[in-house]
Each structure stands twice: as structure tokens, then as C-alpha cells.
């Protein structure tokens, strides 16, 4: 990694290492969760699901069922059909009772003797092996399955509603067929029922006969075969061969991943699948897993941020440390040289020279033997303070050493006018030492840098004119010696 981005390697590496960390975690907290999920419906919900509504089934269809088996063994059902069916009343008061009770509305009885279809209201019609109507009638006569059958179909005494009829055959004790007695359940009021367990558990419900079709469900809706359905039609073998045990399938639908219980009736024939839309059933897993992603992200990045930060900050002060003088806050030996080339470039587009000023403390030595180091050091920091207020913003100032400072400035000639300013500046300025007043000079040694003269010739002239402001009394500027290239230090 090399660039900008070089210097905040590790904390980049740390922050993919954290990012992956985050991602494996919510990899394995969303496998975990979405097996405990799917453990729950498999093993708990759809099984109890399962239960509940067989339990409901018994109250709703299996009672009725049982009130139909007592009503095709009731003697005397058995003796008036016996008895040339007289009084026909009778029958019909007898069915009008039954009705209302667990949801019966439907309740009738046909005699195989005179083949009449007599309800609560007397006698309806006479069945006929022609009409088709009646057709359900000489099947359940034909049904070996056992004693009753169970059917939808229209009950012309309600409005043809779609009712759900128990045809139970009436066998006297010596095995005589006597008829069909049987209640029906509309339709609608099982749907209704079916929907609001739909709503309480949120999972289909539906059952299917023997030969695959949906002859109840939630919506009502005309037969349906099971093999006609989409992804439960490759589960139509598996869901008829089941039987009383819970069977656990599952299937895909439109990118839905579904999972279903089946298991078989015996007392109604029929086979009930409780299904669970799995897919539907991780979302509010997949939203907790982005909310989990989208707080740890933010944490990271937070984190990430204050790493950085701290970071930056730590790199400008090393940066400062290694490039300013601690104790005058001028810019060091080191940081003037790398600053140097940008800074001739400049001068250079400016179309300046540049100037440069050799400045040194007068009796420096005198000030630390006197008065201490702390106050020499504070009369180094003052110094350097009054020269920075006297400079621009494109001009340097470097501590060059001890007491000496270096001030290189863009010029048009051989001027001294800043070096006289800086030297009036710091004489005229008023310290402390002590509680006594203090007063300090420094001298100035001032050269025009012209190329092609090198920065040491440059530094030699101008040390050499300082030499000669310090022997000349001090507190003064002198010039430095026209440069020669012969006069040029030999590498």
C-alpha cells in the first residue's frame, strides 16, 4: 500500500479485520437464528398448529359426524321406515330438532323404500338413479369405505348453498339397508373458521380428500386438485401415501420457501396440511440482522473515525516535533532543508531574490550566567516571537542554534530595511528578570543569495558579515562580502 493511504495502513487493516469479524458474526448469528426459526415451526408450530385444529375439526365436523351415526342407529328412525314411513311429520319435526345444534343446518333423511328425500320441512323430492343431482346419493349406498362419507355439495333446502354433507347409511340389526340419514355444515361458516385460525397462527390450513383435492380451505373456493397447485404438486404422492403420523415436508414457491405438516384423518378420510411460509417467517430475522449490521457499521466507522483522527493528530505532532524547535516554536535545520526547494521556486516565480539574515543574541551567555537558564530560555522564546511578528507568511525563520536564528525572506536588492526593523524591534522590547527590567540586542549579518552560490557559501557570507556586526560593537547590520565563485568551499 503505498500513497495517502500508507500512512493509516494498520488502522485500515484493523478496520477490515473488524468489518470481517462483524460480518462473520452476523453470518452466524443469522444461521443460528434462521435454524431456530425454522426448528420452531418444523418441530413446535405447525404440530401444535396441527392439534389445535384437529381439535377445532372435532368440534366442528366430528361432532356432527357423531350425531349422525346416533341418528342412523336411533330405532326409532329404524322402526318408522319399517312402518311404511307414516306420519311423515314426525320425521320432519324429528330433523328440525337436530338442526342448530353444533352448526347443523343441512340435516335430512332419504328412504331406500320409497326413495323420498324428506327434510325439516316435510318431504322435498323423490331421488332418481337419472337425475344427477342425486347422484351422491346411490354412491353413498356404494360406498365401502364404512358407514358415512363425507361431500360437498349443494343443499337445495338452503339455497343451494355449498354445504359440506356426513352421509351415513341407516343398517337395520339384521343388516337391512334402510336409507341415508345426514347432516350438513355450509361451507362458509368452515371457510370462516379456517380463516380466523389462518389469522391466529399465520400458516395455511386446507384438507384434502383421498383423491387429492382441497375440499376445504380458508378461501372457499371451488375444488382444486392437490397435483394442480404450484411446488405442492411434486408433494401429491408423498401427501396421500401419509397417514395419522405428522408428516414434515417442505417446497418452494415464487423465490418462497415453504414448510408444511400432513397427516391423515381416519374418522373424516381426509388429509390436514398446516404450511408455513418460511421465507416470511426470517424476515423479521433478516430486518434484526440489518439493524445488527447497520449499528456495528456505525460503531466501526465511529470508531474508525477517532482512530484516525487521533491518528492525524499524533502524526502532526510528531510531524511538528520532528520539524519544529520546541522551545521558540521556529522551524528547525531539518524542516528548512525540505522546505528549501519549494521555497526557491517561489522566490523564483516571483521573479525575487532572496535574502538571507544571520542573527545572533548579543551577550546571550551573560543573560543565562545571570539570571538563569529559564530565563534564558524565555528571552529565546520572546526573540523568536518578535521576529515572527515582523515577517510575512512566505518568509522563514529557523533556529539555527544556542542563540543563533536564520531568516530567509524574499527581496528585490540589497536591502536592509527588515533586518534594521528586527533589530530596532528587539532592542526596543522591555523583559523581565527577576522583577528587574531586561533588555537584549542582537546583531545581524545580512547576504543576497544569488545563484549559482550554494546555501553553505551563502551561510559563510552571512556568518562572516555577523562576525564583523559583533566585532564592530554589536546591536548593528552589517552586509556580507559581494559573493566570488572562486571564494566556493571545495566538497
Known amino acids: 500500500m503505498s500513497g495517502p493511504l500508507s500512512r493509516y495502513r494498520l488502522a485500515i487493516i484493523v478496520a477490515l479485520l473488524l468489518l470481517a469479524g462483524i460480518i462473520v458474526n452476523a453470518g452466524l448469528y443469522y444461521q443460528q437464528g434462521s435454524q431456530d426459526i425454522r426448528h420452531g415451526i418444523v418441530e413446535q408450530g405447525l404440530p401444535l398448529t396441527g392439534d389445535t385444529i384437529f381439535s377445532e375439526i372435532d368440534k366442528s365436523i366430528l361432532r356432527p359426524l357423531s350425531v349422525a351415526s346416533l341418528m342412523a342407529n336411533d330405532t326409532f328412525l329404524q322402526d318408522w321406515l319399517k312402518d311404511g314411513e307414516r306420519g311423515p311429520d314426525r320425521v320432519a ?78 343398517v337395520d340389526s339384521q343388516g337391512k339397508l334402510l336409507g341415508v340419514i345426514g347432516v350438513g355444515l355450509p361451507q362458509a361458516e368452515l371457510s370462516a373458521q379456517l380463516a380466523a385460525h389462518e389469522r391466529r397462527f399465520q400458516r395455511r390450513i386446507y384438507f384434502i380428500d383421498h383423491d387429492g383435492r382441497i375440499v376445504l380451505d380458508s378461501a372457499g373456493a371451488g375444488q382444486r386438485k392437490l397435483r394442480d397447485l404450484p411446488g405442492l404438486a411434486q408433494l401429491a404422492d408423498a401427501i396421500l401415501a401419509g397417514g395419522p403420523e405428522p408428516r414434515k415436508l417442505e417446497y418452494s414457491r415464487d423465490g418462497n420457501r415453504y414448510l408444511l405438516t400432513t397427516r391423515l384423518l381416519p374418522e373424516l378420510g381426509w388429509h390436514l396440511l398446516v404450511e408455513q411460509n418460511e421465507t416470511r417467517a426470517l424476515q423479521p430475522l433478516h430486518a434484526a440482522l440489518q439493524v445488527n449490521l447497520a449499528i456495528n457499521s456505525t460503531i466501526l466507522l465511529l470508531v474508525l473515525i477517532a482512530v484516525l483522527a487521533t491518528l492525524q493528530h499524533h502524526q502532526r505532532r510528531m510531524r511538528q516535533l520532528a520539524t519544529t524547535d520546541p522551545l521558540t516554536g521556529c522551524l528547525n535545520r531539518l524542516a528548512f532543508l525540505d522546505l528549501l526547494p519549494g521555497w526557491l521556486r517561489a522566490c523564483e516565480r516571483a521573479s525575487a531574490e532572496p535574502q538571507l539574515l544571520m542573527i545572533d543574541i548579543d551577550h ?67 523583559m523581565s ?33 555577523l562576525y564583523a556586526a559583533k566585532q564592530g560593537g554589536r546591536n548593528r547590520v552589517c552586509h556580507a562580502q559581494p559573493y566570488h565563485p572562486l571564494d566556493e568551499p571545495i566538497a
Open 93 to 170: 319435526r324429528y330433523l328440525a330438532a337436530i338442526n342448530g345444534r353444533y352448526g347443523i343446518t343441512g340435516s335430512f333423511l332419504v328412504s331406500e323404500s320409497s326413495r323420498r328425500y324428506y327434510y325439516a320441512g316435510g318431504v322435498l323430492k323423490t331421488v332418481s338413479p337419472s337425475d344427477p343431482e342425486d347422484r351422491w346419493y346411490f354412491r353413498s349406498l356404494k360406498n365401502a369405505q364404512g358407514a358415512y362419507d363425507i361431500a360437498l355439495d349443494e343443499d337445495m333446502t338452503n339455497g343451494g348453498k355449498t354445504t359440506l354433507f356426513i352421509n351415513h347409511r341407516i
Open 364 to 430: 546571550f551567555k551573560q543573560v543565562n550566567d545571570k539570571h538563569g537558564h529559564q530565563i534564558g530560555d524565555r528571552v529565546l522564546r520572546e526573540i523568536a516571537d518578535l521576529l515572527r511578528s515582523q515577517l510575512r507568511g512566505g518568509d522563514l525563520l529557523i533556529r539555527w542554534g544556542g542563540e543563533e536564528f536564520v531568516v530567509l525572506v524574499h527581496s528585490h536588492g540589497d536591502d536592509d530595511a527588515l533586518a534594521e526593523r528586527l533589530r530596532s524591534i528587539v532592542a526596543n522590547h522591555i
Open 433 to 465: 528578570a527577576s522583577g528587574k527590567r531586561l533588555t537584549v540586542t542582537i546583531s545581524i549579518g545580512l547576504c543576497q543569495w544569488l545563484p549559482p552560490e550554494t546555501l553553505e557559501a551563502a551561510v559563510a557570507r552571512a556568518d562572516l558579515a
